[in-house]
């Protein structure tokens, strides 16, 4: 099977910098209201899309990437808050795991996080990320930012930009996590069901505290294409470790 990589992300500017400057484009297809731009990074066969924010939007793209587009690997590229002192504004998380913080049955005895009787009577709550994906994540991002932080750990999405001490307390509790977003938790999940290696990357543009809404503006856009440098090196020697 010939490798073509599905990368998403939530907005435009999250994406731009691989549709207009890494890719080659050779079409773009409407589907769902949402504009797939196909064509190559390097010599690998690349599926680009603007999501939309939240993790509805994500995991529709994400079965879209699949049915219609046969992609084998789905890479999420985007900006996130950081839920740990140690990571700075700037810095590229690589998630090892995902999982939904505003999936809640705790009320019914589960976990917070959990999902009963997903897919094929399977219950999870915890979205693995590919361990090679991981690899050349880290190698990618020692390559094209070496003056970046570059960190490793759990992932959780929800449909929530978080701006508080106190979400930011339970989630870190919780669930363990090291970055918050919208998205990738969801992607991972099409990911999972469908049997495809994923992998999440996030570049910090806040703190997901009370100061949020301003530092998000202030680093969105050059977070976004330090994560999207990422990504283009990742696609680009993706097929010498399969």
Known sequence: MNTKIGIIGAMEHEIEKLTKE??????TVSKAGLLFHVGKIGDTDVVIVKSGVGKVNA?????????????????????????????????IVICT??????????????APGFIPALGAGRD??????DPYLR????????????????????IVSGDQFISSSAQRTRLVSTFHAICTEME??????AACVNEIPFIVLRAISDKADE????????????????????????????TSGL
């Open 22 to 27: 890494e890719m080659k484009s050779e079409s």
């Open 59 to 91: 995991a529709l793209c994400a079965q879209i990437l699949v049915d219609c587009f046969q992609v084998t690997h789905l890479l999420n590229t985007g900006i996130a808050g950081s839920l740990d002192h140690n990571i700075n504004i700037g810095d």
């Open 97 to 110: 795991d995902a999982m939904q913080h505003d999936m809640d049955l705790t009320p019914l005895g589960f």
């Open 124 to 129: 999870l709550n915890i979205f693995p990320a």
């Open 135 to 154: 690899s050349l994540a880290a190698e990618a991002c020692r390559a094209v930012a070496p003056g970046i932080g570059i960190h490793e750990g759990r």
């Open 184 to 189: 990738g938790a969801a992607i991972a999940h």
């Open 211 to 238: 100061e949020a809404d301003v530092s998000y503006e202030t680093f969105e856009h050059q977070a976004a294409e330090n994560c999207a440098k990422v990504v283009a090196y990742m696609v680009a020697k993706i």
